[in-house]
């Protein structure tokens, strides 16, 4: 891993996912990007205001955002860039990670999870992201990752997924990989059935060279079954693969992923299949 972004409005929630994100860069001797959206609010975007106004709030964002690169990589030892832009978080992220060519975005989410432009940003970017995104809560920080718990579902993996991302933290920091498997309770099939079956599908072959077990949980919601598996293993990374709904099939289902993202006290990493859009 060479680059990672971490997005930032300069919210508690996005000061500690900066300070977790750094402190991975630090142990993957990575460079950080610090990427901050200047978005204009909507009275202010009403107000016919000077250009000489708008440059000024503009530079004193830039500024700013450089002074917090600069005592994020004093404190960690690392090095540390920022990008700024005034179109809309996703759109500004899509662009530096393709420009960049980076490996990962971290983004931040509050201890309430809901109501927040910024965490409402945050689901938004993991529904549509082409690229790994690291949510952090806001009470999470980094102490290694000795344990990854993968909720494991076949219906959201493609045949060209190789969890790229799981398999470069598993093999850097050493980790114990679980697959998770979550079935309802009045037709629990083990999850080795799964790899079994079905060659494209089969996580078994591509975890070889990593330690890891399975672990099948019977229960009929499976945001509360990964929540127990959570609870039974103490992982330190959640992750998952998000499924991809159609537009009029999004309106009616929510994404298991996104309801985690709320709901976890732990890092989740959300990895995108291959062309997906």
């Known amino acids: 891993m060479k680059t990672i972004i971490v997005a930032t409005n300069y919210s508690g929630s996005a000061n500690n996912a900066i300070k977790y994100a750094a ?8 460079t950080l990007v610090l990427v901050n959206a200047f978005e204009f609010s909507v009275s202010a975007a009403n107000t016919l205001f000077p250009v000489s106004s708008v440059d000024e709030m503009i530079s004193a964002n830039r500024k700013h955002l ?5 005592k994020v990589s004093d404190t960690f030892g690392i090095t540390v860039k920022c990008r700024t832009g005034t179109s809309f978080l996703r759109g500004e992220l899509d662009y530096q990670v393709e420009h960049l060519d980076a490996d990962l975005v971290v983004v931040g989410m509050s201890e309430s999870g809901s109501g927040h432009e910024y965490e409402n940003n945050t689901i938004s970017i993991i529904r549509h992201a082409t690229y790994p995104v690291l949510a952090i809560p806001e009470d999470a920080s980094f102490e290694g990752i000795s344990k990854i718990l993968f909720a494991f579902d076949p219906d959201c993996l493609h045949a060209a997924n190789k969890l790229p991302l799981l398999m470069e933290f598993a093999a850097f920091f050493n980790s114990q990989v679980q697959v ?3 079935e309802k309770k009045e037709n629990p099939i083990p999850v080795n059935e799964y790899y079994a079956g079905n060659t494209a599908m089969n996580v078994e072959g591509l975890l070889n060279n990593v330690v890891h077990l399975y672990k099948d949980i019977a229960e009929d919601d499976v945001v509360k079954g990964i929540e127990r598996g959570i609870k039974d293993f103490s992982p330190d990374l959640l992750v998952m693969v998000p499924h991809k709904y159609g537009f009029w099939e999004g309106m009616w289902r929510k994404s298991k992923t996104s309801k985690m993202t709320r709901r976890t006290h732990i890092p989740l990493l959300a990895l995108p299949n291959p062309g997906s859009a």
């Open 23 to 30: 402190a991975l860069a630090m142990r993957t001797n990575s």
């Open 66 to 70: 450089k002074d917090v690169a600069i």
């Open 180 to 182: 998770c498997h979550v």
